[in-house]
């Protein structure tokens, strides 16, 4: 499966932004996915994942209450909600999906990845 994340760009503390995951090559319905993040000389950070269904999603304790996870399996895409933004939250942000049923919290959890699209966020 072929992954691009898009959606990024340079807003101000407070605002929102939503990214998007689009998968291609195959259907999408199957994959756990999830939202890392990284700052340049720093390693992926997890930020939220979500299972094949959509019933279960997994964030990181910095995002809860501002950011959502959520996906729409017929347009094999995922998306990152994220409101009130802060200047913490500047990063690149990336998109994988592995096959299966637990979402993964690390990087080695997940076999495909898209391509970063960056957030930054200015006070």
């Known amino acids: 499966v072929q992954l691009q994340a898009f959606g990024g760009g340079v807003v101000q503390a407070g605002e929102s932004l939503r990214l998007s995951c689009a998968a291609s090559?195959?259907?999408?319905?199957?994959?756990?996915t999830g939202w890392f993040r990284r700052a340049p000389g720093k390693e992926r950070e997890f930020v939220a994942g979500?299972?094949?269904?959509?019933?279960?999603?997994v964030y990181t304790d910095s995002v809860k209450g501002r950011f959502t996870i959520a996906r729409d399996n017929a347009k094999n895409t995922v998306y990152l909600q994220m409101n009130s933004l802060k200047t913490e939250d500047t990063d690149v942000y990336y998109c994988a999906a592995e096959p299966g049923w637990v979402v993964g919290t690390t990087p080695a959890q997940y076999r495909y990845w898209g391509q970063g699209t960056e957030v930054t966020v200015s006070s």
């Open positions: 979500i299972t094949w269904s959509g019933s279960k999603t």
């Open positions: 090559g195959r259907p999408f319905g199957n994959y756990v």
